[in-house]
């Protein structure tokens, strides 16, 4: 863990990557299926919270979940977190622009961040769980989540995963790595993997829905799993 990329470090690579996270259309193209749970989380928040009027999006890079979710959902009161400052005014200008009732940006690690409680119906966290640590920064972030929410509303997370079992998880991430070979090549499979290396932690689903639960979540609810890529979500 102590060899793992710092806040600074992580925050100055997406500070010069706002361009690549900008693609509504494509999501992200090192993800699989990027695009895919973009659609599928959009329409999960909106039919377990068709009356949310405030959206917190966690790690909110340029805004492509929001955004998504605003199609669905027009109108919503955006507040919008992320490490990079580039990324949030590019996040911002792009949500306004579409017509959100208001827009506030935070420039914070989430786990330094306190939201209050009670104050949103929607919680948006793709791509960004992953930077957490050890096992009490999972469960204090997912409590804040619970505590931030109003009753009856609902996250949704888009991430990065691993598996219990050592043989899926090698399975898993062959299968990842075909894609990312398929994609650019050998060179850009060793590129990827070594960020992945020097800069995530990522957990199983089953292991995080746990934690949700955990946390006070009262139902959990799997969307779609595709290698080491997994969408889902819990309802208070």
């Not at 209050?116 to 119906?121: I, K, P, W």
């Not at 090698?170 to 850009?188: D, F, H, T």
């Not at 060793?190 to 006070?216: C, H, M, N």
Request: hydrophobic residues 45%.
């Amino acid at each position: 863990m102590n060899q793992k990329s710092s806040i600074d470090e992580i925050r100055a690579r997406f500070d010069v990557d706002v361009e690549r996270f900008s693609n509504l259309s494509t999501g992200q193209e090192a993800a699989m299926d990027g695009a895919l749970a973009l659609d599928l989380i959009a329409e999960a928040a909106a039919a377990a919270t068709p009356h949310a009027q405030d959206v917190l999006d966690i790690g909110c890079g340029a805004g492509n979940y929001t955004l998504k979710l605003m199609q669905r959902l027009p109108g919503l009161r955006a507040t919008l977190l992320d490490l990079s400052r580039p990324m949030l005014d590019r996040a911002a200008q792009r949500v306004s622009a579409s017509g959100a009732g208001r827009v506030e940006t935070i420039q914070e690690d989430v786990r330094a961040a306190e939201f209050g409680e009670g104050r949103f119906d929607v919680i948006l966290a793709a791509a960004v769980l992953h930077h957490l640590r050890g096992e009490d920064d999972w469960r204090a972030v997912f409590a804040k989540f619970r505590r931030c929410l109003r009753p009856g509303g609902s996250l949704w997370i888009y991430d990065l995963v691993t598996h219990e079992d050592p043989a899926v998880h090698a399975a898993m991430w062959r299968r990842y790595a075909e894609y990312l070979e398929g994609l650019k090549g050998p060179a850009y499979r060793e590129t990827v993997f070594a960020y992945i290396e020097k800069e995530d932690s990522p957990r199983p689903v089953t292991w995080q829905i746990e934690r949700l639960r955990e946390a006070g979540f009262a139902s959990a609810d799997v969307l779609h799993k595709n290698g080491p890529f997994a969408a889902f979500g819990a309802r208070v």
